[in-house]
């Protein structure tokens, strides 16, 4: 069975850069067709779609959040990481990761078969 565990910081001060790591277990990132995903939920509301790393290592990133997001792995420990920077208050929210199948696109979270517990972060002074 896959298993994801976010991992990093639950405060931020404002302006910092965000770093979060998944660990991935049961499975490895670089296996055919998989992609490897960060998703967050602020407080009272939906989820949001920030990015992913596919299996070959290529990135992809929402359009509202590609300026400051950068998600990079490491193959020899199975890991992806999450950097946001130039964090605000507006980014507090739990984080997520997750596996998403080739055969789904990227905000058809249902294709999402393995999730994180989510981690919580906030951002605040």
């Known amino acids: 069975q896959v298993q994801l565990q976010e991992s990093g910081p639950g405060l931020v001060k404002p302006s910092q850069t965000l770093t979060l790591t998944c660990t991935v277990s049961?499975?490895?990132?670089?296996?055919?067709?998989?992609?490897w995903n960060w998703i967050r939920q602020p407080p009272g509301k939906g989820l949001e779609w920030m990015g992913a790393a596919t299996y070959s290592g290529s990135t992809y990133y929402s359009s509202s959040l590609k300026s400051r997001t950068s998600i990079s792995r490491d193959t020899s420990k199975n890991q992806f990481t999450l950097q946001l920077s130039s964090v605000t208050p507006e980014d507090t929210a739990v984080y997520y990761c997750?596996?998403?199948?080739?055969?789904?696109?990227?905000?058809?979270?249902?294709?999402?078969?393995?999730w994180g517990k989510g981690t919580l972060v906030t951002v605040s002074s």
């Open positions: 049961g499975g490895s990132i670089t296996t055919n067709y998989y992609s």
């Open positions: 997750a596996r998403l199948s080739g055969s789904y696109y990227y905000t058809d979270y249902y294709g999402m078969d393995y």
